[in-house]
C-alpha cells in the first residue's frame, strides 16, 4: 500500500511538472511568435511619433513624410536590416497633421488615407474614442466600430484619439491575436491613430502586450516621467489622461504606482483630468466589486487603495471594462466599501446629465466612474449596484467631447443610439 501510494506522489508530480513545462512553452510561444504587422503608430508627443511594423524578411526599412500626402519630402532609413521595424520621426511641428507612408521589400503594405496630427499644447475642442474589451473578434465588433463610423460620417479627422480600456486580444493576448482582433478589424484607424491601451486580465495570460506597444516612461508625452510602461500619463490639449496596469503590478496604497500617481496628480495643469484602467472599482455586470475573490481582489484593491487617490486630487473620469456591459456613477466621492455602505452621502450632485465643478482642482470634488466592457461582448448581469444607477445590458463604445471647460460622455450604443450620457462643466469663477 505504501509502494501504492508513492508510486501515485511521484505520478501526480511528475504530471504536474509536464504541465507546468508544455504550460511554459505554451506561454512563451504566444508571447514572442513571430508575426507579420502592418505598419502602427506608438511614442506620440508634440514633436515627434514612431512607427513599428514586422515584415517576412530582414530588411532596410525606409519612410516618407510630408504635410501634404503628394508632398512625402522627408525621408527616413534604418541603419540595418531586421525583420522587426522601428522608426521614430522626430523635430515635428506641434498640433499639425502630417501624412506617411511605409516601404517594404517583402511585405505588401497599405499606404492609402495614412496620416497623424501631433499633440498639441491647447485645443478648442477634442474627440476621443473609447472601447473596452474590444478584443473578439466578430459581429459585434464590427458593428460597435461601425457606428462610430456613422457618427464622425467617415471622417477620420474627426477623431483626435483613441483609448483602449484593456481585453485587447482575446483569449490569451497573444501575438496572433493581436494582429487578429485589435490590427486587421481596426486597420484604418491604425494607419492614423495611436492605439493608447491599458492590459487587461486576457492580455496578461502572455507577455506580448508590453512587447506591442511602446509607451512613454520618461513624460515624453506629458506628465511625471514613470520609468515603467506599466503607467504613464499623456497631455494633449485639455487633456491630462493617466494610464494605470490594475493586473500585473502591485496595487498597495502605498506601492510604486499609487505613489507615481500622487506626484503625477499633484503636478498636473490641464484643466480634465481621465484615469484609465481595466479592472472597475464599481461594478455589478459580469464581474462583482462586492465580491474580495472576485479577479482575484483586484476590483477590491482598486477601489480601497486608489479611489482614495482620486479623490484627493479630484479626478474627474475613471474609465474601466472587464464587466462586459456599461454603468456609470453620478458625481460620487469617499465611497471605499461595498455597495451596501454607499449612501446620498457619498453622492456630490445627485442629477442625471449635468455637473459642475471648480477649474481648480480640489479635493473630495467628485468623479464620475464609467465602465464600458461591452465593445465587442456582452455578459449577464445583475446592475444593482446603488453608485451606479445608470447601468445598460448593451453593447457599445464611449464618445468623449472636450472642450476648456466641458467635458461630455456619450455611450454610443450597438444600434447608433446615445442610450446614456452627461456632461460636466468647470467653472470659471468660484461661486461665494
Not at 52 to 64: R, V
Request: with cysteine; aromatic share 12%.
Amino acid at each position: 500500500m505504501k509502494k501504492l501510494l508513492t508510486r501515485t506522489l511521484y505520478t501526480l508530480l511528475a504530471l504536474g511538472a509536464l504541465y507546468g513545462v508544455g504550460r511554459l512553452i505554451d506561454v512563451s510561444y504566444g508571447s514572442y511568435q513571430f508575426v507579420d504587422r502592418q505598419p502602427y503608430m506608438v511614442m506620440q508627443t508634440k514633436n515627434s511619433v514612431t512607427l513599428k511594423w514586422q515584415t517576412p524578411e530582414d530588411e532596410i526599412g525606409s519612410l516618407a513624410y510630408g504635410l501634404s500626402p503628394s508632398r512625402l519630402t522627408n525621408v527616413l532609413f534604418e541603419e540595418s536590416k531586421t525583420d522587426k521595424h522601428l522608426i521614430k520621426i522626430p523635430k515635428l511641428q506641434e498640433c499639425t497633421q502630417y501624412f506617411y507612408s511605409v516601404t517594404s521589400e517583402s511585405l505588401k503594405i497599405d499606404n492609402e488615407g495614412r496620416s497623424f496630427t501631433t499633440f498639441c499644447e491647447s485645443a478648442e475642442s477634442q474627440r476621443l474614442w473609447v472601447i473596452g474589451d474590444s478584443g473578439k473578434v466578430g459581429k459585434n465588433q464590427s458593428e460597435v466600430y461601425s457606428r462610430l463610423l456613422e457618427y464622425i460620417n467617415g471622417d477620420y479627422n474627426k477623431l483626435d484619439m483613441w483609448v483602449l480600456l484593456g481585453d485587447n486580444a482575446y483569449s490569451s493576448g497573444t501575438q496572433k491575436q493581436f494582429n487578429t482582433t485589435l490590427f486587421e478589424p481596426y486597420i484604418e484607424l491604425i494607419k492614423r491613430y495611436v492605439p493608447w491601451a491599458v492590459v487587461g486580465n486576457h492580455d496578461a495570460r502572455r507577455w506580448a502586450f508590453y512587447n506591442v506597444f511602446d509607451f512613454p516612461t520618461n513624460a515624453e508625452a506629458g506628465g511625471v516621467a514613470s520609468h515603467t510602461e506599466e503607467y504613464y500619463s499623456i497631455d494633449n490639449g485639455n487633456l491630462h489622461l493617466v494610464m494605470l496596469d490594475s493586473e500585473t503590478v502591485s496595487r498597495d496604497s502605498d506601492g510604486e504606482m499609487a505613489n507615481w500617481l500622487r506626484r503625477d496628480l499633484a503636478a498636473n495643469k490641464k484643466p480634465w483630468v481621465v484615469v484609465a484602467f481595466h479592472t472597475p472599482p464599481y461594478t455589478d455586470g459580469g464581474h462583482k466589486s462586492d465580491s474580495d475573490w472576485d479577479s482575484r481582489g483586484r476590483l477590491r484593491d482598486m477601489r480601497e487603495n486608489f479611489v482614495p487617490i482620486f479623490d484627493e486630487y479630484g479626478v474627474d473620469l475613471v474609465l474601466s471594462g472587464h464587466s462586459h456591459g456599461y454603468e456609470r456613477s453620478k458625481l460620487i466621492t469617499n465611497h471605499l466599501g461595498k455597495s451596501n455602505t454607499f449612501s446620498a452621502k457619498n453622492i456630490l450632485q445627485d442629477r442625471k446629465t449635468d455637473y459642475k465643478k471648480s477649474l481648480n482642482a480640489k479635493k473630495n470634488s467628485g468623479t464620475i466612474y464609467q465602465v464600458c466592457g461591452s465593445s465587442s461582448k456582452l455578459d449577464g448581469a445583475t446592475y444593482a449596484h446603488p453608485a451606479l444607477p445608470y447601468s445598460l445590458h448593451e453593447m457599445g463604445s464611449l464618445i468623449i467631447e472636450l472642450t476648456p471647460t466641458t467635458l461630455t460622455s456619450k455611450f454610443l450604443n450597438i444600434d447608433g443610439k446615445i442610450a446614456d450620457q452627461f456632461t460636466i462643466t468647470k467653472e470659471t469663477k468660484e461661486k461665494n
